[in-house]
């Protein structure tokens, strides 16, 4: 694709209106759009002088964006659970079932392991690895930031609580093999008698949240936005960072590249009143008597 097509074909998308929203796309789209054509790019070794300049089609987007900002139209985010809202979804699984197994380890890792519902959905029995004493590691092949697949392990401590790593994959984990399941992903489709699918789509992952999010009475946060499974990894982003986690710590447990911008899009600053800039300014002391007129 040449520049001048990559910049005309954005234009075309940030006039298309989405099958699925019934509005113009957002910029959001329109990058992602851009980016999936450079890295295409890429993986046919396309020489590098040929790849297109994005560099007027961002200009196009962010132009896009302004507009759109100026419609009115403002980006709407996940909402995001404190400690006490991620508890009370796992208290709505059933674990003496299989099934509440397997959704009580969706709630947890999607939080510790601030994890995407694809690359959820796509573990395989084998990347999850218990260490004795300290916790939980899960091996991601490939992300989202790792499209070389040169693979990373991610880390989460055990906990003395209802949202520990260690507990919910090994009660799961001997769920299945008590099945005769030991190979292949983690994720299974389980239907109401108990039958044993195979794995399990990104879409149901997020559909499984939202319904214990509903559940629980935790689904809508008070700006009315609607919890997500993306809303579960910001969750693990915001906890981390109200824990003190460096932003190296936190973008390597959610595997954002090490310079990330976007990553800090997932910190979400709960307390808006208390934890606000100008919460602690001093108060200006009241006069002590009337002011007196020349």
């Known amino acids: 694709m040449t520049s001048q097509t990559l910049t005309e074909w954005t234009r075309v998308l940030a006039e298309t209106v989405s099958e699925r929203t019934g509005d113009l796309y957002g910029a959001s789209a329109l990058t992602q759009a851009v980016s999936a054509i450079l890295a295409l790019h890429t993986w046919a070794d396309v020489p590098d002088d040929l790849h297109p300049n994005p560099k007027a089609a961002r200009l196009l987007i962010k132009a896009h964006k302004k507009r759109q900002a100026d419609a009115g139209r403002r980006v709407k985010k996940s909402a995001t659970l404190d400690l006490d809202g991620c508890a009370a979804m796992v208290q709505q699984c059933d674990t003496t079932t299989l ?19 694809s690359e959820f959905a796509d573990r395989v029995l084998p990347d999850a690895v218990v260490v004795p004493t300290k916790g939980m590691r899960l091996f991601f092949a490939s992300s989202k930031t790792d499209q070389a697949a040169e693979g990373e392990w991610v880390s989460m401590p055990a906990r003395d609580d209802l949202l520990d790593p260690v507990t919910a994959y090994t009660e799961y984990r001997d769920a299945l093999a008590a099945a005769g399941i030991t190979t292949g992903k983690i994720l299974r489709r389980i239907d109401r008698w108990g039958t044993i699918g195979d794995e399990l789509s990104a879409e149901s992952v997020n559909d499984i949240i ?23 990894r910001a969750t693990g982003a915001t906890l981390a960072d109200e824990a003190g986690a460096s932003d190296a710590v936190k973008r390597k447990q959610g595997r954002w590249s090490p310079h990330s911008k976007v990553a800090d899009g997932y910190v979400r600053h709960r307390d808006e009143w208390g934890g606000n800039a100008m919460a602690n300014v001093p108060a200006v002391p009241a006069p002590r008597g009337p002011i007196q007129e020349d």
């Open 210 to 232: 939202q319904a214990l999010a509903a559940a629980a009475g935790v689904a809508w946060d008070d700006q009315g936005n609607k919890l997500t499974a993306h809303g579960l």
């Open 99 to 117: 099934v509440g197994l397997r959704n009580r380890l969706i709630v947890v890792w999607s939080v510790w392991a601030m994890t995407r519902r």
